[in-house]
DNA sequence: CGCGCCACCTAAACCGGTATAGATTCGCCT
DNA sequence: AGGCGAATCTATACCGGTTTAGGTGGCGCG
């Protein structure tokens, strides 16, 4: 009756060698004969041995988990739908390998701050994911002192030497705007992220870039937290200004949907009237109705390719930073040409 | 210079006691004298000594770590408001208690188990939260079996013994249904969840019961797994029978702004032609045109209290059942009067 | 034949805490 | 004065692995 679960302790005693040749046998390392290798591991496996996570996290200082701090106000967190796909991602791989994610939601900078000192100090984690990079992000220059790997999401500045993970999402914007010029669209509003996020700042910049390439005037631009309120409230000041735009680009699909609903709210007909496109491509931008025009990203395959990275990182010491499919633009119901009336 | 972090020996050495009343000193047992105590605490404050995690986890058998299994598909996972919002409220009571959360996202119910028995087995987590309830759920079973304590979202089934947080929502729903029937609504449908799911079923038979109760036929249901796609088919189905609805209660948002994308792409008006509740009070849901009547539940202060209650019942060995305020009816734009010609 | 070397394996220290058994001190009681 | 018990503290085993320092035996080679 195996009340206990079993020990190295047993395995070594049932194959009649030494606690330490098992540790060597289960590690594969050298200076195990292969007969001898076989009989410890078959001798383990009879004895449904699963090694002490708690004994090895002991004595190697490896937690076998890996980190994701996510700063968001607990009001936001739902409007996101970026990080269930990419957790469901990064889980698909470490399932596989035998490793958790620990994850932490904090409200604020401090918080954040703290949350990493915590996981690096107690050796909860491995190494982190970085997600939303600000300017200037003071995020670096703590793990460089805690020492904790680390995989960025989005192109980190220059001068920072972190592997990274990244989509092109300039060319997707870039799409965006030929597709609403292609239409006739002249007078191109755009609803931006936060400035202070990388992915909201390079966002904006590819329209203004892509705004200016074409000869049009790219200063329709409001700024927002990304929620789906601000993004209400950008697209009611737009849409109010003497020479409203015919077609707005949002940063997200939550706040693009915010804007049709405004959009509808007003009067204004989505297409006919005014075109929108969302960014993401999220699963309940296909079934508003006008189903969204969107640059769809996959986040799943970001997750993935996040965690083998981060698990390359923290194995070999280093890793090759990825570039993923660009973000594509999906055509749908929500873009048309512009009304006559406006030239 | 203090390169390596201190240790319970340094500080032993220090104060000039022994470790074991270091540790005594830190868990605050008996057998330690108030000035010695004192002396102790503040050496360990100087030093900055915080006791390893991984040899507390393999003395003490804890982890200091809760663990939340979700079961969703990738592709359906970001639809799901609830989990962000209720992590976002589980984090905010572990972080003060030094504790984390350990995620794990698995695809289908054999990985599940799986994923329970690695986490019980590898000592990772202390406790579960246990969501998606269904009914005759192996997952009771199981974790009887892995003596892993466990907190249930929802209530379950009767003859399960463990402590649960739940909110009542078949309070919303009859709510809601008496709402619409006030405004004089007489054919009413209802998109439900999945039926497997207890509070999808809940709902289900909530919804059949209001509407026995007030003497109409409670038969347009149309059962569906939650998704948006599942709920835009399940508004067709409805609509294009013989004598459709005038009003939908929806088990939940997302599927509530799908059917309100169909209803609008059918060129029906909400509410004048037909009458849409949705379950969750989600944000985006306010921003919708119309802004959807829905019924609203609290999932981070759900976090929270699940969080607390899981705390409590493996400290003390139980805890007590809570039963949050009940879900409440918002009622916003997507509501109104059934159309003159409907009866 | 004796030496060195390599392959294989063991013994024991170690990681940093917790828990238990026992030592010491001191006050109090008879 | 002697003894008992409570309070306080020390020493040490222990949790279950990893890792290092040695130890043994067999073989090739001069």
């Known amino acids: 009756m195996a009340l206990r679960k079993p020990t190295i302790t047993d395995v070594a005693r049932t194959a009649g060698v030494s606690k330490g040749l098992v540790s060597f046998a289960l590690n594969d390392k050298p200076g195990v004969s292969p007969e001898t290798r076989k009989r410890i591991l078959d001798v383990a496996g009879d ?3 699963r090694p002490s996570l708690s004994a090895r996290s002991l004595s190697t200082k490896t937690s076998f988990a890996l980190g994701l701090v996510i700063r968001r106000k607990a009001e936001v967190i739902s409007a996101d739908p970026f990080f269930p796909a990419f957790i469901a991602g990064v889980e698909s791989v470490l399932t596989e390998e ?16 703290k949350s990493y000192r915590t996981l690096a100090g107690d050796n909860r984690v491995d190494g982190v994911f970085l997600t ?6 003071e995020r670096f220059d703590l793990l460089a002192e805690l020492a904790l790997p680390a995989v960025a999401l989005g192109r980190p500045g220059p001068g920072v030497e972190i592997p990274s993970v990244q989509v092109d999402d300039t060319h997707g914007i870039a799409a965006a705007v030929a597709h609403l010029i292609s239409l006739g669209h002249r007078r191109i509003g755009h609803v931006a992220g936060d400035p202070h996020m990388m992915h909201g700042g390079r966002r904006r910049s590819s329209f203004t870039d892509a705004m200016r390439d074409a000869g049009l005037d790219p200063s329709l631009v409001i700024e927002t937290d990304f929620s789906a309120s601000q993004g209400a409230d950008a697209t009611r000041t737009l849409l109010g200004a003497g020479a409203p735009p015919t077609a707005i680009v949002f940063a997200n699909d939550p706040m693009a949907i915010a804007g049709l609903g405004v959009a509808q709210q007003l009067g204004l007909h989505v297409p006919d009237d005014l075109s929108i496109t969302g960014f993401d491509g999220t699963d309940i931008s296909g079934y508003v109705y006008p189903a969204l025009t ?4 996959d986040p799943v395959e970001w997750g993935r ?12 010491g280093s890793a090759e930073s990825v570039e993923l499919p660009p973000a594509a633009l999906l055509v749908r119901a929500s873009t048309g040409p512009p009304p006559p009336a406006a030239p």
């Open 294 to 297: 969107t640059i769809t990203s």
């Open 305 to 316: 390719v996040a965690a083998r990275t981060l698990l390359a990182l923290i194995a070999d």
């Open 98 to 113: 035998g490793r958790a994610l620990v994850l932490s939601v904090v409200p604020d900078a401090t918080a954040e701050m």
């Open 47 to 49: 004895l449904g041995w």
């Open 132 to 137: 939303d990079l600000r300017r200037n992000d």
